[in-house]
């Protein structure tokens, strides 16, 4: 592997991208990259403007949703997440999601996760495989039951939240569409399951959403939807500088911010210029596309050098604090099991996303 990436989107599985992000930001806060056909926002300032700008969209104002999805259930559920949202009900529907999150932000979710993980230690011998599929489902089932989502058939949930994932992923074919499709049929039914009884972050959630259930259900999967690469992602990162001799498991919270911003998972998103917009002497013309680099902005000398994992600005993600509970209990229950930390990672590669550096540790499936 290079020993500098080619280009910041080639940086989020390169094996050390952070030198690289930190020139970057230094050199480059805000360019065109002719290479990638996208602007790109790397510096500090720059990255915080473009996040802040109402001119930047979450979406094109063309598309609501990826055009990919057609206009089947996938695509009617995507235009109702908040996070894809710029509509004038956004602040609301955001504030009622940080609301509801905040219910069960706190040791709660660090011990629903620690017994989960502890129950899957139990039922599986801990190896490579078992742990991919722990980082993976960890999150998923623990936010499934701060929801009160029905528990039976857990790894189906988990199967069904990762058959909605690949649908929406670019390079979706016709066959991963139809699988997520039904996935989310299946979600959708769960959900209306655990509505009349309703308790604790879903009753939050419907309290504040009601009487509009499409856009409940559609926020309740869409949570589960964003909790599960960036919550295996966490986890395995967690894991990885455990393995390296910086413990996390016992870890005060200045530890854990520090991993979220010196080994981030989410290392880019993007945003589509609406009408013209200026920043430091450019102007990004309407219709362009602007790649946020989050873990360049992070490490530039000229910022406060803080986090921006989770993001910035009015689409900030509002779960960071249960995420890193979710991946602080599943550590907890891991470092219970006293594992050999090397052994277990000595397979450890990333997948091929584009935007979020998620690690993988099982021998299975090495060119994913």
Partial sequence: MSAWPLDPLAAVTHAHPYPYYQDLA????????????LWVAAGHAAAQAVLAAPECRVRPLDQAAPPQLGDGGLARTFCLWARMSEAPRHPALKAALSRA????????????SESLARDWLMREPLNGEVLDRMAQGLPVLTLAGLLGLPAADAPALVTAVAAVAQALAADADAEALARGEQALT?????????????????????????????????NVIGLLFQSLDAGAGLFAAAVWHQAQGRPLAAGAAAEWDGLALQDPVLHNTRRFVARDWSYGGQTVPAGASVLVVLAAAALDPAGPGEALMFGAGRHACPGQALALEIARGGL??????RPDWQDLTAAARFRRLPNARVRLYGEKGRTE
């Fill in 186 to 218: 299946a979600l959708q039914a769960r959900v209306a399951e655990a509505l009349p009884r309703a308790g604790g972050m879903l009753a939050e959630l419907r309290n504040e959403l009601a009487p509009d259930e499409a856009t409940l259900t559609a």
């Fill in 101 to 112: 999150l905040a219910t069960a932000a706190g040791a709660e979710a660090g011990r629903l």
């Fill in 26 to 37: 230094q050199r480059q806060p805000l360019y065109f990259d002719a290479g990638l056909g």
């Fill in 332 to 337: 907890a229950a891991l470092a219970a099991a």
